[in-house]
DNA sequence: TAGCCTACCAAGCACTTGCTTGGGAGGTCC
DNA sequence: GGACCTCCCAAGCAAGTGCTTGGTAGGCTA
């Protein structure tokens, strides 16, 4: 029924939920069956719920220990004793090794949060969603008041715009690409910055 | 069992297929039933099928009138007689005006492209990335070699770059909102041609 | 007024979906 | 060597899926 009394005393249980989450990925949550998920890892669909409640609880275990831990990342970055432009630079960068290092749970939250955001058991992604705001509003804000970022801006439409140019690159990097997370950081770093015009 | 002869002839029909777009728009193609779109009618779903061969051909006619007329527009930027600044500039309100336009359709476009594009009915799907492609590229190397943007580019990236800032834009613009598409269209040119630093 | 048309309904078919049930093979512990 | 545990199979259920079928009401045309 349950699962093991301790989660990670299983690798079984974390390499199905690796399984899903990549299916997940591919091709969407409700596009992709227990069965799907069952016939990748090599056993019946059935027998997924010995390890799992439910595919909801599949997913939800992937957003959540995944937000968690990149949170505190913003958090530590938030904190520290470095100048604005520079934290910009950490929280961006931030993002690429997200991307790179937890590419299926990126592109889940990317693409199926609006979806699963209107169920209550996953209204902790709304929360997540304010906190990112929370994260680049006070970095935008660091970076104008220290004179590091342009005064003229448009608060609410820069923090969408880095927003957005962050995390949409999940859709085309690769892990194991020509470039690494760091090489696109940093020339979407001087795009951001400075802009393509010369 | 087949439409009506001319398919302009009938407004119901574009009616209908309005209603689908919406909800292929906001609840996804395979996530929407024709349950749904028969409902959001007023009508049972046995009935949609005297206007439509399947589903499929639904989402396929919102494809592609809307991207047939899209790249009709680019072309004409491209032939125009104009620096290459502004005609990077005219691209780029030109496809805000195509989020604020037609919403439902890019929308689809962007959430479903990968999907639909497995099927051989779709293919055109990835022409139609191709053609985007060349379209951007060119746009970017006439700027390059005219002076306007920065020769340290990485063509490949900022073409993403732009491509990607410009459509995810779909995700939170709303036509009627606060600001019209020509308003944010002009906040991202300045972003993306001079960068937030100061 | 006969023939045809558009737009729809009522019912249901074949299939897919997430999930449940009962059980069994192989290992570990005392 | 008995009790327990982990991990899985075999079979199937109820709900939901896209789509088909036969039929009907009301209008338009000759």
Redesign the interface.
């Known amino acids: 029924m349950s699962a093991a009394s301790t989660p990670e005393a299983t690798n079984r249980r974390a390499e199905l939920l690796r399984i899903a989450g990549d299916l997940f990925a591919e091709?969407?949550f409700?596009?992709t069956t227990v069965r799907d998920i069952a016939d990748a890892a090599g056993i019946l669909s059935g027998s997924l719920y010995h390890h799992f409640d439910s595919k909801e609880s599949m997913v939800d275990e992937l957003l959540q220990s995944f937000q968690s831990e990149l949170f505190a990342a913003y958090d530590e970055i938030l904190a520290s004793e470095q100048p604005a432009?520079a934290k910009i630079e950490a929280a961006v960068r931030l993002s690429f090794a997200a991307i790179d290092q937890h590419h299926a749970e990126v592109a889940i939250f990317q693409?199926e949060a609006d979806?699963l955001g209107r169920l209550e058991r996953f209204s902790y992604l709304a929360d997540r969603n304010k906190q990112s705001r929370e994260v680049w509003m006070t970095l935008?804000r660091e970076?104008i008041s220290s004179?590091?970022?342009?005064?003229d801006?448009?608060l609410e439409?820069?923090y969408?715009?880095?927003r957005?140019?962050v995390w949409?690159?999940v859709?085309?990097y690769r892990p194991g690409g020509d470039?690494t997370h760091d090489q696109?950081a940093d020339?979407?770093l001087t795009?951001?910055?400075?802009?393509?015009?010369?």
Chains 1, 2 share one sequence.
Do not use: M
Not at 191 to 198: R, V
């Open positions: 091709k969407g409700r596009n432009r693409n979806q935008l970076g004179g590091a970022l342009r005064a801006l448009d439409l820069a969408r715009f880095v957005d140019t949409v690159a859709r085309w470039l696109v020339q979407y795009i951001l910055l400075d802009g393509i015009a010369s």
